[in-house]
């Protein structure tokens, strides 16, 4: 058995009575920071790490994402997986708290030794996690992380291409809702939400776009934010629904937002104002959460207005997909993210066969050739492992969009409108097309 040499500072700590026990966790942030890393990255056989939110706040879309990602992980094992190996996926739940996402990334590159990352989903988990990802040169593409903080740092060159987004940055959904208010004569907004890298990201880009059309925050120098575990609102709902605006923008995620909304009809406001909702409400189980009136009917039955905007995620290979989906989960619609899930997944096993390695930093430079404009169009993706084999170009047309990445690793965005029906369905009402925003542009 080879032996294994450890660094000085894992001796140190294991050895020495005269310090307090230390966590493996803790060591593998030591080893990553100093950059020790020993991974096996010549290893034939793929590995794929998924840090996403299996419990806690956002787990209503974490659960379904994960789902998503082993489904395409043997639906490729089953055309003769990546370099004639199977594929492996290794899960990890960063229980929606970025802190525990970051010692999770941190396993996932120091322990399981992956050479790509599916996640993370919120925006504040991704945040905590990238540097970890490109300290130890591992891809990471989030499904889901829409903040423009990201491609604000692509820029800056923080990510040396090792960041890649599925779904369109807030710097697209920001215009689309500001577009959306523009339609529906809401020139008077207050706005309502969480206080974290999603919320402030999307707010921040949301300000100026809505400002350069026009429009009005009423408490931009107050914002009614608050922290994604609170456990009431009164107060912010009284800021932003006080203030008599033609709407309230509510930024947040299903589970706190629902209660957020409760207060809203608790307070008799839900019924003379109407409200806007950003994408990560958009939840089959969001009027549920809000509950129902006395005479047994849902309180966002009698809500002045609903309506909402969130990516598209209807691709080239969107009906394939949603038939393989239903086919392998029992009749189950796919959830809001998981188009975008199956493309994080579908570009790390092609860029992978294309590179010939499993290293970090060569799918990483292949990522452009399997995705972008160049090759033969195809979205199967067993049938676009076939042609790189064969030594073909492609270009890989995604379920959640044709998946064509920008130097900053983002995708552009395309909205759907959506609304809660009397019965508490969503139901799709129309679509947006966006540009990026630059607040710096004249």
Sequence with gaps: MKKVIQPWFVTSFLTSKSL??????????????????????????????????????ISAYGIPMQKTAKLLVDTVNQCEG??????????????????????????????????????????ATSAASVDIAVRNQVVMISPSSTSPTFTERAKKGDFKGFWYRTAPPDTFQAPAIAQLAYQNNYKRIAILGVN??????????????FEKKGGQVL??????????NASNFDSEVRNAFGKNPDAVLLIDYSQTGGQVLKSS???????????????????????????????????????????????SSRGPAFSA?????????????????????????????LATELAKSTKGEAIRDQIPQVSNPAGEKVSDVCQALSLIRQGKKIDYEGASSSVNFDAQGDVQGSYNVWTIAKDGTIQIKGNIQADRFDSAKP
């Design 219 to 228: 408490n931009k120098a107050n914002l009614a934010l608050y922290a994604l």
């Design 20 to 57: 307090k026990p230390i966590t493996a966790t803790t060591i593998l942030c030591l080893m990553s920071a100093c950059n020790f890393t020993s991974r096996s990255a010549s290893e034939k056989s793929l590995k794929i790490g998924a840090l996403l939110p299996l419990t806690g706040e």
């Design 321 to 349: 997909f949603r038939t393989r989906y239903q086919q392998a989960f029992s009749n189950q619609e796919p959830s809001i993210y998981d188009p975008n899930t199956w493309d994080a997944a579908a570009i790390i096993v």
């Design 265 to 311: 009809y608790e307070q008799g406001f839900l019924e003379k104002i109407p409200v806007i909702l950003s994408d990560g409400l958009k939840d089959a189980k969001l009027a549920e959460r809000v509950g129902k009136k006395a005479d047994g009917q849902l309180a966002l039955s009698t809500a002045a207005s609903l309506i909402g905007t969130v990516p």
């Design 196 to 209: 974290n890298d999603y919320g402030k990201g999307l707010i921040d880009a949301f300000i100026p776009a």
């Design 82 to 123: 990546v370099l004639g190996s199977p594929v492996t996926l290794v899960n990890a739940d960063d229980q929606s708290e970025p802190q525990i996402g970051a010692e999770a990334m941190s396993r996932l590159v120091q322990v399981d030794r992956v050479s790509a990352v599916i996640g993370g989903a919120g925006s």
